[in-house]
């Protein structure tokens, strides 16, 4: 039976209100954070497909919509999230995540000139960043993340533009839609965290990847190596797969410069790790493996509560990792990983289909491989450290996720048989996750 769409919108008003009235008044958190994890998945298969039927004259009038239906969303998670955690900012402590606690120090001292405490590492770029930020709102923190929404309000377009190099038109309006409204997305912007400045670096170095091409190479070859330098300050594993992604990109696609190419590489590379903190790092993970401390992270967290990591147990997290983090509805061990539980069950339902659209990418078009490479560079240095079940690690993979996730539903049918049964399995696996683990 087919619901008509009065009925169904009625049924979405429903369901929000009821979610809005259970987290206002602070009833039955659980049950408010099932509610809302119901409504967006709803939302994300049938919503997108309404979205799509709807026609612009050209793709300005379309980024445009973009641009400020994110914006606004973003001001005001961004506002809200804050004016929830504001007691924090006053004595620095409290419920808030330390990394943003961190950043916010940092931020106001560099705004009044001190740079003297700031290292030049893969936390540099998120201190100078909000120290910016902070000297043009002078130190205020609703002001500061306001700016910060400004800029993350182009992660959605800069998707779109990816996936339109990477598909095709369709593919790419609805990648964009996603971006919009994705709750990872927008639960981040609440809080001064460097995933969102970064994922700009790192689309703005994908696209200028794929344009480099014809006349306009010069230029993307400037922004290239200007967001890869950039986003060293940010996180040395992306910047290190962004180089040898380009690397391979240039090396398959320019014959006559391969020896350039290598010895340009080996010569930045030495650079590199002789002279700036990079090498310190990467000398640290060394030292990880070589002590035997894979999932060094995740032992750290499993200790912690008793539990001693044992290479079945890493390989069973290993495997959760594919689709997880799972959400955890009852208990949560901080306010911030709470915000999180709709978007986590959000991405146990998008896996298989996130894969299947990797799969097709490469069968379109086999220059897409790159980005399946950039993908499994990152799945294993997070693999290595043990940082698979933290969110904001599996960030930088969510512009080319939701692409492939709308790529494959432009050929998958959601209704399937086999993608029900999924469905259903997943669901009894988080319940399972939530009452024994």
């Known amino acids: 039976m087919r619901i008509s769409p009065i009925y169904r919108l009625a049924i979405y008003v429903t369901l929000i209100l009821i979610w809005f009235l259970l987290f206002v008044l602070g009833i039955n958190p659980p049950a408010s954070l099932c509610l809302a994890t119901l409504v967006l998945s709803a939302l994300l298969f049938e919503g997108t497909q309404v979205l799509l039927k709807i026609q612009f004259s050209d793709t300005l009038q379309f980024v445009l919509l973009i641009y400020i239906m994110g914006l606004v969303l973003r001001v005001l998670f961004a506002l809200g999230i804050t004016r929830y955690f504001e007691f924090s900012y006053n004595d620095l402590l409290g419920r808030d995540p330390q990394d943003e606690l961190g950043y916010y120090r940092n931020s106001l001292e560099i705004a009044k000139g001190r740079w003297s405490q700031v290292k030049l590492n893969s936390d540099a770029g998120a201190s100078f960043y909000y120290g910016l930020l902070a000297w043009i709102a002078g130190g205020n923190i609703y002001l500061m993340k306001v700016l910060n929404a400004v ?16 598909s095709d038109q369709r593919v790419a309006k609805g990648a964009a839609y996603i971006s919009v409204f994705f709750p990872l997305y927008l639960v981040h912007m609440g809080f001064l965290f460097k995933e969102s400045v970064m994922l700009v670096l790192l689309l703005l170095a994908l696209n200028s990847l794929y344009r480099i091409k014809g006349n306009t190479w010069f230029l993307g070859l400037v922004i290239l190596l200007t967001s890869i330098s950039l986003t060293f300050f940010f996180r040395t594993l992306i910047a290190i ?5 380009s690397g391979l990109w240039f090396y398959l696609r320019r014959p006559n410069l391969r020896l350039f190419i290598m010895l340009s590489g080996v010569l930045f590379s030495f650079v590199l790790v002789r002279f700036s903190a990079v090498g310190a790092e990467i000398m640290n993970y060394a030292s990880l493996l070589k002590a035997e401390n894979l999932g060094g992270y995740l032992g750290f967290l499993l200790q912690s509560d008793g539990i001693r990591l044992t290479p079945i147990l890493y390989c069973q997290f290993l495997l959760l990792s594919l689709i997880g983090p799972l959400p955890s509805l009852i208990d949560s061990p901080s306010d911030y990983i709470s915000l999180l539980a709709p978007y986590r069950y959000l991405k146990v339902m998008m896996s298989p289909l996130i894969y299947y659209g990797l799969f097709l990418f490469v069968k379109d078009k086999k220059s897409n491989l790159i980005v399946v490479v950039y993908v499994f560079l990152n799945f294993l240095g997070i693999w290595f450290a043990g940082f698979f079940l933290v969110d904001i690690f599996q960030f930088i993979f969510y512009p080319i996720f939701i692409s492939a996730f709308m790529r494959a539903l432009v050929e998958f049918n959601v209704f399937s048989k086999k993608y029900l049964i999924y469905v259903f399995c997943s669901l009894f696996l988080v319940i399972y996750w939530n009452a024994f683990v």
């Not at 800029?151 to 990477?166: D, E």
């Not at 797969?241 to 992604?245: A, G, K, M, N, P």
């Open 241 to 245: 797969s962004l180089l040898i992604i």
């Open 151 to 166: 800029v993350a309000a182009f992660i959605p377009i800069q998707t779109y533009f990816l996936a339109i190099k990477m």
